[in-house]
């Protein structure tokens, strides 16, 4: 397992962007592919991107398509969630999360993440 710890999260006016960052520790991070999940109050948590371990193939809800891009870098054991054209639905705790290389590429059920973080939150106002 790794240990995830996210930060970056605050405050933005509608059509404002953040960029959320997820540290990794451990010595094996380009075996784990990535993702991001959210959760809004009263909400499920639900899925928002994820990326391969080698960052080749990147996948996203279609509620942040175009809007959101996920990226990381390998040698600094980090992944970056950058969000742009941000909405008051986006409002939620964001969480990263590391799944095992074993599980292949999709669909990202978030019972085969076996790592996560904290939470960041993110509030975008209107």
């Known amino acids: 397992q790794v240990q995830l710890v996210e930060s970056g999260g605050g405050l933005v006016q509608a059509g404002g962007s953040l960029r959320l960052s997820c540290a990794a520790s451990?010595?094996?991070?380009?075996?784990?592919?990535m993702g991001w999940f959210r959760q809004a109050p009263g909400k499920e948590r639900e899925f928002v991107s994820a990326i391969s371990w080698s960052g080749g193939s990147t996948y996203y809800a279609d509620s942040v398509k175009g809007r959101f891009t996920i990226s990381r870098d390998n040698a600094k054991n980090t992944v970056y969630l950058e969000m742009n054209s941000l909405k008051p639905e986006d409002t939620a705790v964001y969480y990263c999360a590391a799944r095992p290389r074993d599980y292949g590429l999709g669909p990202w059920v978030k019972a085969d993440f076996g790592s996560w973080g904290q939470g960041t939150q993110v509030t975008v106002s209107s």
């Open positions: 451990g010595r094996t991070f380009s075996s784990y592919a």
